[in-house]
């Protein structure tokens, strides 16, 4: 009777711990940025399966109305400035900030001083 209890118990921390792990590799894929090397990414929010907007290393972007975005990828060599809502930030070459956000224009640099 020992046996068959653990065994049910193995089981089922078997089927948690692999339902865990397909969640997580969903939920990272859907909040990562596919973007090529050279350009910032930017994915639009509540439109799964929409290609990001791929900004080119060195160019400015602006959203006057603003970019509902759900993530914003730097896969450029420059630092670039988000210019967003709630607030500014900056984005290191290599790195994503993966938050629902509006985005009214990215660039490099001295972008945030405007």
């Keep these: ?26 939920q990272a894929d859907q909040s990562a940025v596919p973007c090529p090397s050279g ?3 930017l994915q639009p929010a509540a439109t799964p399966g929409v290609r990001p907007i791929l900004v080119r290393q060195g160019e400015t972007r602006s ?6 975005v759900s993530s914003v990828s730097n896969q450029t060599l ?20 993966v ?8 660039g490099p640099y001295d972008a945030c001083a405007a």
Aim: proline share 6%; hydrophobic share 55%.
């Design 99 to 106: 938050r629902a956000h509006v985005v009214r224009a990215v």
């Design 1 to 26: 009777m020992l046996q068959r209890t653990m065994a049910a118990a193995a089981f089922a921390l078997a089927v948690v711990t692999a339902t865990q792990t397909a969640a997580a590799a969903e």
């Design 78 to 97: 420059l630092n670039y400035c988000v210019s967003a809502q709630p607030f500014n930030y900056w984005l290191a070459p290599g790195s994503e900030a």
């Design 63 to 68: 959203f006057p109305d603003g970019l509902p």
């Design 39 to 41: 350009y910032v990414c």
